[in-house]
C-alpha cells in the first residue's frame, strides 16, 4: 500500500497562474479531504468528499476547485494563484467520519510570487 | 460547533522529563478526540484517539492522553521525553453530525527536547 500520494512536492507559481495539486490513495477510503497549513493557523479544512461524485466546502474554500470522479482520486484545482495562497497543502483519507483515523499525504508546500 | 485550544505555541523539556501539552475542546455533541505528531517536513501521523469507553487512552511511543469530559480537556503526556520527540503537536476534535462531519484541529504546539 502507498498510502495517500500527492504531487508535486513542491511548487512555485506566479500570481494568476492556475495548477492542480494531485491527491491519490489506495485504501478505498470514502472519505477524503483537502487541509493547508499555515504558521499558527493549525490545519484548516478546505474542501472534503465523502464519496465519489460528493463534495463540499470546508472553512477556506474560496480560491480552490475540488472535483471526485473516482474513489482513488481528488484533485485541488487554484483557479487564479494569490500570495495568499502560499502554504502547504495536505491531502487525507479517511475511512469514515468523525471517530476514524484521517491518513494523511507527505504535503505540497507551494509559494505565490 | 467545535473548537480546539492548544495554549502555547512551544514547549521545551529536558531529556528523560516529563511531557505535558495541553488540550482543551468545545463540541455541543459527544467529541471524539485525537492528538497528531507531524516530524518535520512530513505528514501529519496519529498518535491516539479518544471514541468511547475508556477515558485513559494509550498510544504510540509511550504517549497517553486522558478524556475529562468535566475540565472539558484531552492533555497528551509521556513520562520521559526522548530526542526523538521533537515534532509538533496537534489537538483535534470531531462529532459525528452526519455527511458534514469534520476534524477540527487546534493551532499545534512545538515541542524540544534539550539534551
Known amino acids: 500500500n502507498a498510502g495517500v500520494t500527492q504531487t508535486p512536492k513542491f511548487q512555485v507559481l506566479k500570481t494568476g497562474q492556475s495548477m492542480t495539486l494531485q491527491c491519490a490513495q489506495d485504501?478505498?477510503?470514502?472519505?477524503m479531504s483537502w487541509y493547508r497549513q499555515d504558521p499558527g493557523m493549525g490545519l484548516r479544512l478546505i474542501h472534503y468528499s465523502v464519496g465519489a461524485g460528493i463534495t463540499d466546502q470546508g472553512e477556506v474554500p474560496n480560491g480552490y476547485n475540488v472535483s471526485r470522479s473516482t474513489t482513488e482520486d481528488f484533485p485541488l484545482r487554484l483557479l487564479s494563484a494569490a500570495p495568499s495562497q502560499t502554504s502547504v497543502y495536505f491531502c487525507?483519507?479517511?475511512?469514515?467520519?468523525?471517530?476514524?483515523?484521517?491518513?494523511f499525504g507527505p504535503g505540497t508546500r507551494l509559494t505565490v510570487t | 460547533a467545535q473548537s480546539v485550544t492548544q495554549l502555547g505555541s512551544h514547549v521545551s523539556v529536558s531529556e528523560g522529563a516529563l511531557v505535558l501539552l495541553r488540550c482543551n475542546y468545545s463540541s455541543s455533541v459527544p467529541p471524539y478526540l485525537f492528538w497528531y505528531v507531524q516530524y518535520p517536513n512530513q505528514g501529519l501521523q496519529l498518535l491516539l484517539k479518544?471514541?468511547?469507553?475508556?477515558?485513559l487512552v494509550k498510544g504510540i511511543n509511550g504517549f497517553e492522553a486522558e478524556f475529562k469530559k468535566s475540565e472539558t480537556s484531552f492533555h497528551l503526556t509521556k513520562p520521559s521525553a526522548h530526542m526523538s520527540d521533537a515534532a509538533e503537536y496537534f489537538c483535534?476534535?470531531?462529532?459525528?453530525?452526519?455527511?458534514?462531519?469534520?476534524?477540527?484541529f487546534g493551532k499545534g504546539i512545538t515541542l524540544s527536547v534539550r539534551p
Open positions: 479518544y471514541t468511547t469507553g475508556a477515558t
Open positions: 485504501m478505498n477510503h470514502e472519505y
Open positions: 483535534a476534535v470531531s462529532a459525528y453530525t452526519g455527511a458534514n462531519s469534520k476534524l477540527t
Open positions: 487525507a483519507s479517511s475511512p469514515g467520519l468523525a471517530s476514524y483515523e484521517q491518513y
